[in-house]
């Protein structure tokens, strides 16, 4: 039985995908992913990887089938190389994302349906959604052949995480980093909930076209209404005009005053023909500096002044005052002259509460929904943004659109919800934070500096990351971390009317704290609504205070893990909360890798955020970061566009291997164009010829009865080719551990790419006629045997951390004939092979390289004249090659070449080759029985003959010098003359 098996020949339309899943099936069976989980339980070294989590909220995606292939692909390197490791999977669990999936399900459209509906169902059914796909995503990523504890995953919704980024607030808090501020906000109406600065980035800007308004506003000037002098404001959210406050112009622009139609107006002087579409002659031409203080231009009327809610703000000095602010006003587009809306926009805001420092001009404009708020009059209540037509036809009527010049369509680029897509607006609201730049007391440094200084001591791949880095913790503002959602971190904050807060640091904490509310609470994970219940007593005040309701962005909940989830297996307890031992053998993480884009202000933030808080150092040594992917024509992939390719379809149209080899050697630096076309070609080029390779030696293996033995290769009993291919290989390996030890993996799978092609295109073409059965040299034939065996072995070897299919069914083959065979022995479980250095001879490296670009110039001469390879020619000449070349390298010409002569004339200068095409008529015979030979093999092929098979030859003519070597050649026992080319079975 154990015969049938190692040498029943594979078929050759070899079956990737069904030999896949034979082989997670026997893994699984056969426990060799535990056994492979264990390798190394109680070795010295250690290797610590820390998995970003994926969103647990759809089936993975191709994009996250690259990251999670280079996962696995160093933890497998690290494992084969002895390294102890943790082999834990993360999935992330709490935020918007989960809740807009399952509104969607239900078919909510606001946050007045889920609160209807319930919170705590709604809760729950976020919480169902994320274990439903966690339980996809692990069977889809063992299908992908990653070896992980899947039983042992974390999940950021636990309690461990959740009360772990409490302890990080509270540290936070003792620092006096924690504060609520009060800001206009990008926010998304439909989801009622502010949209950070990292989300924004996150969803983009796309091209929207939006009614741009053109407005006048009449001067005030000494108190007065000016019948015939205005400013020319220009914007293009119609829904804030409502709430303009105030006109800002820059102090060195010019600015000029045009008459046009019998009314004078004021804009930038370089606008006037754009915006009247002719040239004007200006009236007066000065600074914006001059304008407010020369020529006494310091206030306006607008057209909403009779609304309620203006005329309380009215009554400021500062209100629809012309005010100075240069990084505000350009002359790029508009009028020069700069629409303020403190309550609608985050410059304005800053503008007016840092620089002007107006309080009493802020005002808010609209609610969570998106629509106006009390004191708006006719508007109250309506949607701003849905509806901007109320605005402007209001300004069309009111005094007979003496407040508008004109409108205009503007297409710009505007901000999208990066969860659902709607146009957002900006809002006021009062929202928690963690200050950037609050100077520590011990040493005066903030956060941000902190920041900075950990980021640098960490190893970024690709290193531009670095910079990246930096320019974001150099920019980023204050970290709002506060949403007012439902399934997510529920903020530890306790809040008093009186103006005292508590950041609460731990469940304990809170129990000892609770006055009201605990029972309730008792049993629940810390969400919403469970956790509302609790009150507390204000120290200050004495009230019994309840939680603000707002829930964590969820990067604080994948931010955490480097201390949440290294659990220590004797204690079953948090380490860093503990006695913090084991949290130390495995901090800082040695390695992450994901996706980078996104991850500078997210992840890698997060990471570096926290662990700076609590410990100041950095949470991981080195990231690697990759790019995107995208379609083969390097478009985003969309549902929408039908160019998508689902992981599932991935794994059984191209199989994972050969997926797995297009993220290995692609440079992570650049995104991936990932389809079947180009799946096709690396499997063909790649896959297949290593299939193939071990094809052609099962094939000769079984034809000549050969069995491995066990005995090392004596390299001097190797012929060169032996020896050089050898060398090729042991070289191979020495540079893929160097290129993986330096996170280099797609230069690393470059050289095994380059091996392959050595093997197929050169080693096996030219040991073909060795491993024939006819062949009478038994010692030659017995080492290359052993050479093929072995480079096929150790190409498992190192093979098996990039493709761990192919690579065991090698490697299973290869090894069962061995006295030492063990049936339940996996490829994973070896360990890595050490690069033989006494097999590497660069020097014949060297010259092998050079003999085949000789080789390849002279057939391309032969192609030139027309001559086919079965041709024998008389001789080569090689002028001015720079080595000394062995006999045997000679003959591997004559032998490739088809020559008769290899002539060697030594010099200095360029390397020449001149192939001698005349023919003798000697030759010409001979050329004509090689031709004969390979149409008898074509025959013996086609009728399915076997190398032992004799057979009876007919042909029409043959050269009788050479009778006797074409039977030979050819199994054949006799030739007779016949019209046509037969054969016959014997
Ligand atoms: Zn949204
Ligand atoms: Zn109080």
Redesign the pocket.
């Known amino acids: 039985m154990r015969k049938n098996k190692y040498f029943s020949l594979p078929s050759s339309q070899f079956d990737f995908v069904a030999n896949e899943k034979k082989l997670l099936d026997w893994w699984y069976k056969k426990e060799v992913v535990k056994k492979y989980l264990n390798k190394n339980k109680n070795a010295k070294k250690n290797f610590s990887f820390i998995d970003g989590p994926i969103t647990a909220n759809n089936p993975m995606g191709v994009h996250h089938a690259w990251g999670r292939t280079l996962k696995d692909l160093y933890q497998r390197y690290k494992n084969m190389q002895g390294f102890c490791q943790r082999f834990q999977n993360g999935f992330d669990c709490q935020g918007l994302w989960v809740e807009v999936e399952v509104e969607k399900e239900k078919g909510f459209k606001n946050k007045k349906d889920i609160e209807n509906y319930g919170i705590d169902k709604f809760v729950q059914d976020c919480k169902e959604r994320v274990f439903k796909y966690a339980a996809v995503q692990t069977q889809q990523s063992i299908r992908l052949g990653y070896f992980m504890d899947w039983e042992n995953s974390y999940y950021t919704l636990s309690d461990e995480n959740n009360y772990m980024i409490w302890h990080f607030l509270k540290v936070c808090h003792q620092e006096g980093n924690i504060y609520k501020g009060t800001d206009s906000v990008p926010w998304c109406p439909r989801c009622g909930t502010a949209v950070t600065q990292h989300e924004i980035l996150d969803g983009g800007y796309h091209q929207r076209t939006h009614e741009a308004v053109y407005m006048r506003f009449p001067l005030i000037k000494d108190g007065k209404l000016q019948q015939d002098e205005y400013l020319l404001v220009w914007t293009t959210t119609p829904w804030t005009i409502p709430a303009d406050t105030l006109v800002a112009v820059h102090p060195k622009l010019r600015y000029a005053q045009v008459e046009y139609q019998g009314k004078k107006y004021w804009l930038a002087h370089n606008l006037i023909n754009k915006i009247f579409n002719q040239p004007l002659a200006p009236l007066k031409v000065i600074t914006g500096r001059q304008l407010i203080r020369e020529e006494k231009i310091t206030h306006y009327k607008a057209a909403f002044d009779n609304l309620p809610i203006i005329k309380q703000i009215a009554k400021s000095p500062h209100f629809h005052q012309v005010v100075e602010a240069k990084d505000l006003v350009t002359e790029e587009e508009g009028t020069g002259l700069v629409h303020i809306v403190p309550g609608a926009g985050t410059e304005d805001h800053h503008l007016v509460k840092n620089q002007l420092r107006w309080p009493e001009v802020i005002f808010p404009v609209v609610d969570e929904d998106g629509s106006y708020l009390e004191g708006y009059g006719f508007l109250t209540g309506k949607n701003a943004k849905d509806h901007p037509e109320f605005v402007i036809n209001y300004l069309k009527e009111k005094e007979n659109g003496r407040y508008l010049f004109k409108l205009e369509n503007y297409t710009h680029s505007y901000p999208l919800c990066w969860r659902c897509g709607t146009e957002l607006i900006w809002r006021l609201v009062s929202e928690w934070y963690i200050a950037m730049d609050n100077p520590r007391k011990s040493d005066g440094k903030t956060l941000r500096q902190r920041m900075m200084a950990v980021a640098k001591k960490i190893n970024w791949l690709p290193e531009f990351g670095l910079k990246r880095e930096l320019d974001w913790l150099k920019n980023m503002t204050d970290w709002l971390i506060s949403k007012k959602r439902y399934w997510g971190l529920a903020l530890p904050i306790w809040q ?3 103006g ?1 807060f508590e950041v609460i640091g731990s469940k304990e904490e809170l129990k000892q704290k609770a006055v009201e509310g605990w029972s309730e609470f008792a049993g629940h994970s810390p969400h919403r609504p469970w956790i509302d219940k609790i009150k507390i007593r ?1 120290p ?2 004495g ?1 019994l205070i309840e939680r603000v309701k707002d829930v964590g962005t969820p990067w604080l909940d994948a931010g955490i893990v480097p201390f949440s989830t290294l659990v220590d297996p004797k204690t079953k307890k948090v380490s860093y909360l503990t006695d913090k031992k084991y949290w130390r053998q495995w901090y800082p993480a040695d390695f992450i890798t994901e996706c980078f884009p996104g991850q500078f202000r997210n992840w890698f933030y997060s990471l570096i955020a926290m662990a700076t808080a609590l410990e100041d150092k950095e949470p991981f040594k080195t990231v690697l970061g990759h790019a995107l992917v995208k379609d083969e024509k390097g478009e985003e992939m969309h549902k929408s566009k039908g160019n998508a390719i689902w992981f599932d379809e991935a794994a059984e149209k191209m199989g994972v291997d050969t997926l797995r080899w297009l993220y290995c050697r692609q440079d992570p630096e650049f995104n991936l164009n990932l389809g079947y076309k180009v799946a096709n070609e690396v499997r063909r080029q790649y896959l297949l010829v290593l299939w193939n390779a071990y094809c052609f030696f099962l094939t000769y293996a079984s034809l000549n009865n050969w069995q491995p033995i066990d005995q090392k290769l004596n390299l001097r009993n190797l012929v060169v080719l032996d020896q050089w291919i050898l060398s090729r290989l042991e070289s191979t390996k020495k540079l893929v551990s160097e290129k993986l030890d330096d996170y280099q993996h797609h230069l690393a799978i470059s050289k095994i790419e380059k091996f392959l092609e050595d093997l197929s295109l050169w080693y096996i073409r030219r040991s073909r006629e060795r491993l024939n059965p006819q062949n009478q040299n038994k010692k030659d034939q017995e080492n290359c045997f052993q050479t093929l065996y072995y480079l096929l072995e150790q190409l498992a070897l190192i093979l098996a951390p990039f493709i761990p299919f192919l690579s065991e069914e090698i490697w299973q083959n290869l090894r069962y004939h061995q006295k030492n065979y063990d049936p339940n022995d996996s490829v994973h479980l070896q360990n890595w092979p050490k690069a033989e250095e006494k097999f590497i001879n660069l020097r014949l490296e060297k010259t092998m390289a050079q003999i085949r670009e000789i080789i390849s110039q002279s057939h391309s001469q032969r192609q030139t004249a027309g001559i086919k390879v079965r041709q024998p020619l008389p001789q080569l000449t090689i002028r001015n090659l720079g080595f000394r070349i062995e006999k045997e390298l000679i003959k591997l010409i004559k032998d490739e070449l088809n020559l008769k002569k290899v002539k060697i004339i030594p010099g200095k200068g360029s390397l020449q080759v001149q192939l001698e095409t005349k023919l003798t008529p000697k030759l010409i015979a001979e050329g004509k029985a090689r031709e004969l030979i390979r149409k008898v093999q074509v025959l013996r092929k086609q009728a399915g003959l076997s190398l032992q098979d004799k057979i009876k030859i007919k042909a029409p003519s043959w050269p009788k010098e050479f009778e006797k070597e074409i039977l030979t050649k050819t199994g054949g026992l006799s030739i007779k003359k016949a019209n046509q080319l037969t054969i016959v079975k014997i």
């Open positions: 008093c009317d009186c005292w204000c200050k005040c009230k």
